[in-house]
């Protein structure tokens, strides 16, 4: 059974940094792309970062402006994102997805949106506050 677990999200106040972890089990991590994707309260899905089977990154810069980082371990099927300068702004449930999408040349594609993601996490809410 595919599965996503997220953890490490909580209250933090303005300014501290904070790292997600996504627990992957039931499929080969090796094949897929996970991302990195939030949802503030009435707001649609945000892609935040992914990372591809190859370790290749892509971010969206407008969301993130160089403050995060994800990052894969291969050995423990887990992905991290790394968050750094946080604001009430980035208050959001967040989640990881995985997907075995490929392009036209045959390479694993990264999205930042929240198709073509096909396995998701439950999520984890992160609250940034004063």
């Known amino acids: 059974q595919q599965q996503l677990v997220e953890s490490g999200g909580g209250l933090v106040q303005p300014g501290s940094s904070l790292r997600l972890s996504c627990k992957v089990s039931?499929?080969?991590?090796?094949?897929?792309?996970v991302g990195w994707l939030r949802q503030a309260p009435g707001k649609e899905y945000e892609g935040l970062a992914c990372?591809?089977?190859?370790?290749?990154?892509?971010y969206s810069e407008d969301s993130v402006k160089g403050r995060f980082t994800i990052s894969r371990d291969r050995a423990t099927q887990t992905v991290y994102l790394q968050m750094s300068s946080l604001t009430p702004e980035d208050t959001a449930v967040y989640y990881c997805?995985?997907?075995?999408?490929?392009?036209?040349?045959?390479?694993?594609?990264?999205?930042?949106?929240?198709?073509?993601?096909?396995?998701w996490g439950r999520g984890t809410q992160v609250t940034v506050s004063s």
């Open positions: 039931g499929f080969p991590l090796n094949f897929y792309t």
């Open positions: 997805a995985a997907t075995g999408g490929r392009d036209w040349t045959g390479r694993n594609i990264c999205p930042l949106t929240s198709p073509p993601y096909t396995f």
């Open positions: 990372i591809t089977n190859l370790d290749s990154p892509n």
